[in-house]
């Protein structure tokens, strides 16, 4: 079955590392998104890319880098400057140019220790 | 910018009607979308409006009016498993992404 994978599932950080949050699809979309959601509160966009080898900043870029080698993975590296980096991760691509639709994976939920 | 206004939460009985509002303020509009998220799960899309009217998809339907910047999601003979948050996110001119508005938790109680 074609999907989004998001893996670690669950992610302890200890304060000033760096961590990779893995994202990978097998839906041959070329459009991928990284959210964050703080708890209670709406989604708000890290980064995308909308091609291989291109990425933009989102709303809050700050404290994070993203890569795009290759058109089925997108991950995310929150860096030891991004100050309060607990939050739950989502991944997304772009399903359907007609409706606009994203395809969300389950999530990483990353915890700072 | 883009900013998104929707309740932050509705409470309705098992049968019942539920409209989760939705009003916009964005530089440039393609599209309004709406998608629904239990506690702890992935966001699930379920509508998109990019002219005006209602969109019917079950026992949802959607509607927009872009010359009022506002839609609405409307859920029908609601079920438990509806609990849910609902988002309503915007695709604005700028760049091809959705801004997400803060979501409204619908609570259906029996």
């Known amino acids: 079955d074609g999907g989004i994978t998001q893996s670690p599932k669950y992610l302890f950080r200890k304060e000033g590392q760096n961590v990779t949050l893995s994202c990978e699809q097998n839906?041959?979309?070329?459009?991928m998104y990284w959210y964050r959601q703080d708890p209670g509160q709406g989604l708000r966009l890290i980064y995308y890319?909308?091609?291989?080898?291109?990425?933009q900043k989102g709303d809050i870029a700050e404290g994070y880098s993203v890569s795009r080698e290759k058109k089925e993975s997108f991950p995310l590296t929150v860096t030891s400057a991004q100050k309060n980096p607990t939050a739950f991760y989502l991944c997304?691509?772009?399903?359907?140019?007609?409706?606009?639709?994203?395809?969300f994976g389950s999530g990483t939920r990353l915890t700072v220790v | 910018g883009q900013s998104l206004e929707q309740p932050s939460e509705v409470t309705a009985v098992e049968g019942a009607i539920v409209q989760i509002n939705c009003t916009y303020q964005?530089?440039?509009?393609?599209?309004l979308s709406w998608y629904q998220q239990h506690d702890g799960g992935a966001p699930t899309f379920l509508s998109y409006?990019?002219?005006?009217g209602l969109e019917e998809t079950g026992r949802f339907s959607s509607f927009l009016s872009r010359s009022d910047s506002y839609g609405y999601l409307l859920l029908q003979e609601l079920q438990m498993k509806d609990s849910a948050s609902y988002f309503c996110?915007?695709?604005?001119?700028?760049?091809?992404?959705?801004?997400f508005g803060g979501g409204t938790r619908v609570l259906v109680k029996p």
């Open positions: 997304a691509s772009r399903r359907d140019e007609a409706n606009y639709g994203y395809t």
């Open positions: 839906l041959n979309h070329d459009a």
């Open positions: 890319s909308q091609i291989v080898n291109d990425f």
């Open positions: 964005t530089s440039g509009f393609y599209g």
């Open positions: 409006n990019a002219l005006d």
């Open positions: 996110a915007v695709r604005a001119a700028a760049g091809n992404k959705l801004t």
